[in-house]
């Protein structure tokens, strides 16, 4: 199993959804769901229902003359079985992601 860097994406709107057992993430493009199930119930020691992706391609941008492009990703949105991810694991595993950059 390869690692795979999953962003916690902590909105207004993400939190509300954590009262019904849904967590959402940030992740590359390339990772499938079953390799997103088994990160999070390693990760978290939680069981996984579902996982439900959406993947968002950057937006093209211009400042004056020069033309850029924002980058591409994934967004998921993991509904538990059972178990519950605590917001202080997640800003953890998060900066220590940020730590071995």
Request: net charge positive; proline share 4%.
């Amino acid at each position: 199993m390869r690692h795979i860097e999953m962003i916690p994406l902590l909105s207004e709107k993400s939190r509300k959804l954590v009262d019904n057992k849904k967590y959402v993430f940030l992740c590359p493009i390339s990772v499938t769901k079953p390799e997103i199930k088994r990160a999070v119930e390693k990760m978290f020691g939680v069981k996984v229902e579902k996982v439900n992706t959406m993947v968002y391609r950057g937006k093209i941008k211009r400042r004056g003359f020069f033309l850029g492009k924002r980058p591409n990703f994934k967004k998921v949105v993991v509904s538990l079985k059972e178990g519950s991810i605590d917001f202080a694991k997640i800003t953890q595993r998060f900066s220590e992601t940020l730590a071995k950059k």
